[in-house]
């Protein structure tokens, strides 16, 4: 019997405890993501690196048009890779708020300790939710204005502002779009700093993520509604904002998080 009970399996461990927020508690987490945006400037990290890639899609996309109905659903997938990309922002905010060094070096940890295999799986889900949204998004484009003739760079605005086709695309694209990005807000809000924070493996840090927002959905989606109306405003003029909008987001995203969980 002794011996039965040594080698049994234990118990999962419960789901951390979730605390109730409110409307106060995203207006912190904002105000609190700006001060450390201020100390730590993330916009270093994303002039250097996000922009050349983008701007690199973007005209590998205009030269070859087969591909071009892809740039719309390309940008606007930016929201679903931010909770990966933004998993050094989480690390560093981590480092701030312990009091200890937060250093630019620090900024990969994540993916040489504890968290990496851990990241690595929500990084894979995230990936295949941005390969759904395009296959959608490209589904609703054959099914609209592909189902006539392929889209040309110089026609791009005039079939779509002008052309019943054209706006059935945007509104059968805007509520797919919006249908993934609250999936992916559900799945990535505490899960990605979650596993930064804390040994946890990515399931539990998945769980966790959707528990809070059930007991919390319509502050959820209050952060959603941020969160989209910081990235429009990011992409005005040319995306240029986004070196700013994105690291303030991944240091507030971490705030969030130490409100939502109890550690």
Not at 50 to 59: E, F, K, R, S
């Amino acid at each position: 019997m002794t011996t039965l009970h040594a080698t049994a399996p234990s118990l999962p461990a419960d789901l951390p405890e979730i605390r109730r927020i409110g409307t106060s508690d995203l207006n912190w987490a904002l105000a609190e993501g700006w001060k450390d945006f201020q100390a730590k400037r993330g916009d270093l990290i994303f002039l250097g690196l996000l922009y050349p890639i983008v701007c690199g899609v973007a005209v590998a996309l205009a030269f070859n048009e087969p591909l071009l109905p892809l740039l719309f659903p390309l940008v606007a997938g930016l929201s679903i890779a931010g909770p990966a990309v933004a998993s050094g922002f989480y690390e560093l905010a981590r480092r701030r708020e312990e009091g200890r060094d937060s250093s630019w070096r620090h900024f990969v940890d994540p993916l040489g300790g504890r968290s990496r295999w851990p990241l690595a799986a929500l990084t894979l889900g995230l990936a295949a939710l941005f390969v759904a949204w395009l296959g959608v998004a490209y589904a609703i484009y054959d099914a609209t204005l592909g189902a006539e003739a392929p889209m040309r760079v110089g026609d791009v605005f005039g079939r779509l502002f002008t052309t019943g086709e054209g706006w059935r695309l945007i509104v059968l694209g805007n509520l797919a779009g919006g249908a993934f990005a609250l999936v992916t807000l559900v799945v990535a809000l505490v899960s990605f700093p979650m596993v930064v924070d804390q040994p946890v493996d990515a399931g539990t840090a998945l769980r966790t993520s959707i528990k809070a927002a059930r007991e919390n959905p319509r502050e959820v989606l209050g952060w959603g509604v941020r969160v989209a109306g910081l990235l429009l405003l990011g992409l005005i003029p040319a995306a240029i904002g986004l070196a700013v909008v994105l690291p303030w987001l991944g240091y507030a995203t971490w705030h969030l998080y130490t409100r939502l969980v109890v550690r």
